[in-house]
């Protein structure tokens, strides 16, 4: 499966921002998907997973309650809302498929990795 991320930009602190990835070719429904980011200088770090219904999702506790995954199986995309955004959650932002059709947080249990997209976040 391709994995192909959009949706970042340059942004103050407090706005939003909302990352979008399309899926193609391969099996997508059957899968967990999940954001990761790589901030300036630092390893990658776990953002958020959705399972394959979109019923359950897990979220890094530095963004719960101002980000939101969510999915749509028919397109097969996979969405990153962000809210109230802050200058640490400048980094690139990369969307990536499960091994599994659970939620995960770990590099290791993810296949599929897009391109990444930069979210930049002034002060």
């Known amino acids: 499966v391709q994995l192909q991320a959009s949706g970042g930009g340059l942004v103050q602190a407090g706005g939003s921002l909302r990352l979008s990835c399309a899926a193609s070719e391969g099996t997508f429904r059957d899968y967990g998907m999940g954001w990761f980011r790589q901030p300036p200088g630092k390893e990658r770090e776990f953002v958020a997973a959705i399972t394959w219904s979109g019923f359950s999702t897990k979220y890094a506790d530095s963004v719960k309650g101002r980000f939101t995954i969510s999915r749509d199986n028919a397109k097969k995309m996979v969405y990153l809302q962000m809210n109230s955004l802050k200058p640490e959650d400048t980094a690139v932002y990369y969307c990536?498929?499960?091994?599994?059709?659970?939620?995960?947080?770990?590099?290791?249990?993810?296949?599929?990795w897009g391109q990444g997209t930069l979210v930049t976040v002034s002060s």
């Open positions: 990536t498929r499960s091994r599994t059709g659970g939620v995960v947080a770990t590099t290791a249990q993810y296949d599929f």
